[in-house]
């Protein structure tokens, strides 16, 4: 079958470069795509949001099947764009419907979910342009830090944890009054402060059934030792060492069983992946946030333990008989460290010239924000490359990435070189 892959960063080359493996994929295309996804696929020039633009590509390359990377397009309902074409209806799309796409579109939503399904999670409130001195009132019945987060989709930076009530006040007026976030701080999340360690599930469901995927833990703050600004991701671990089978048991039936079966009872038709991002607060797992999709950096550090074709399992989440796969999981831990470019993630340059790629050998080296001119590889973003290596442990594995990344140069880079410190 020929299959499309929508997005641009290292997601999505890890995508292109797992189902490129599969018998089952003839032709596979990526739009947008970056330098790495070009090597393995045909790289196609239309955004993600671009239905229509999507649509002539699907037709044109008789795609049969579309694995959507980003939130973005299933935010705004890309699956229902297709279900509700004729010329698409065929087109089998890995994603949720626009409707259960809200467990990442709106926080109030994700967290509505949870307490009507009895998942535990934080206590919250909800609060608006309106309602902001209401919203002033219940910081004060917290103990700090203080929770704030946007409701709408902020490119990952619309949480903020402050330790002082003024300036807590200081940015929720920012973000309901001034719009800090846009249209995504039209309403904001104030919730109680959990102080845990924390980690990522990997759920696949076929609107029935479901599959676990391997754990994995990401370090999203630029600094070492988890300081400075939050980022995209900055490296990933899986699985995560400190998950032993009681955790995971508790968190399979606490939080994947009820997930997927409130996902029925709610009537949110789901065919795709489930991230659940947890806190683990004196052992007992409890949710922060539900994602649409696979994280990235963590899914450089979780396809390549994968064993089982990914296109027969999408295949399988298609016909909703997943319960009739078994997966395969290496049993080495994989850890992924990512090359950023320098002042990421404030302002940084772009267009710098990558080198050593072709001489890393005992890692796999993802592209993130890199694109090909003229045949040489070049920046085209803040987070440029993830460098992942399998091992017996974290730390063994973790040596192989940084000697791999020792090969590799371009003007300003940056990445973590503690991933693992905490662990």
């Not at 833990?217 to 630029?222: A, C, N, V």
């Not at 949110?268 to 992946?273: A, H, I, V, W």
Request: charged fraction near 25%.
């Amino acid at each position: 079958m020929n299959i499309l892959i929508l997005g641009a960063g290292g997601r999505e080359h890890t995508f292109a470069w797992k189902i490129s493996q599969s018998p089952l994929c003839k032709q596979l295309f990526v739009a947008p795509g970056n330098s790495g996804t070009s090597s393995l696929a045909t790289n196609l020039n239309v955004s993600v949001v671009d239905f229509e633009g999507i649509k002539e590509q699907v037709l044109t390359h008789a795609i049969t099947m579309v694995v959507v990377g980003p939130e973005d397009p299933l935010v705004n309902g890309i699956y229902d764009f297709f279900l509700q074409d004729i010329e698409l209806q065929h087109v089998a799309v890995i994603g949720p419907q626009k409707a259960a796409a809200q467990l990442e579109g709106s926080k109030e939503f994700a967290k509505e979910f949870l307490y009507r399904h009895q998942i535990p999670t934080a206590a919250y409130e909800s609060f608006t342009k309106e309602t902001v001195n209401e919203g002033y009132t219940f910081l004060e019945t917290l103990k700090p830090p203080y929770v704030l987060k946007a409701d709408g989709l902020a490119a990952g930076k619309g949480v903020l944890i402050l330790t002082e009530l003024e300036k807590a006040k200081q940015e929720l007026k920012s973000m309901l009054v001034d719009s800090k976030f846009g249209v995504a701080s039209t309403k904001v999340v104030i919730e109680e402060f959990l102080d845990g360690i924390e980690l990522s599930c990997f759920v696949l469901t076929d609107g029935k059934h479901y599959k676990l995927l391997p754990t994995a833990k990401d370090y999203k703050q630029i600094g070492e030792g988890d300081t400075g600004l939050n980022t995209g991701g900055m490296g990933a671990i899986s699985p995560v060492p400190f998950a032993d089978s009681n955790l995971l048991t508790k968190i399979e039936n606490r939080i994947v069983n009820p997930t997927v079966e409130g996902l029925i009872k709610d009537n949110l038709p789901y065919k795709g992946f489930i991230f659940i991002g947890l806190i683990v607060v004196d052992n007992e797992p409890m949710v922060i946030e539900y994602n649409v999709r696979m994280g990235d950096p963590e899914t450089e550090a979780v396809l390549p333990r994968l064993k089982t074709d990914l296109v027969e399992i999408f295949q399988a989440i298609d016909n909703e008989s997943l319960n009739e796969i078994e997966i395969e999981i290496d049993p080495k831990t994989a850890v992924t460290v990512m090359l950023v470019s320098g002042g990421y993630p404030e302002a940084y340059d772009k267009g710098k010239e990558i080198t050593g790629i072709e001489d890393v050998k005992d890692s796999i080296v993802f592209h993130a924000g890199a694109t090909n001119v003229d045949g040489r590889i070049m920046t085209s973003g803040g987070r440029v490359l993830t460098v992942t290596s399998l091992g017996d442990d974290f730390r063994s594995a973790l040596e192989t990435s940084y000697k791999s990344i020792d090969k590799i140069k371009f003007d300003a880079m940056n990445y973590r070189k503690d991933i693992g410190f905490d662990l």
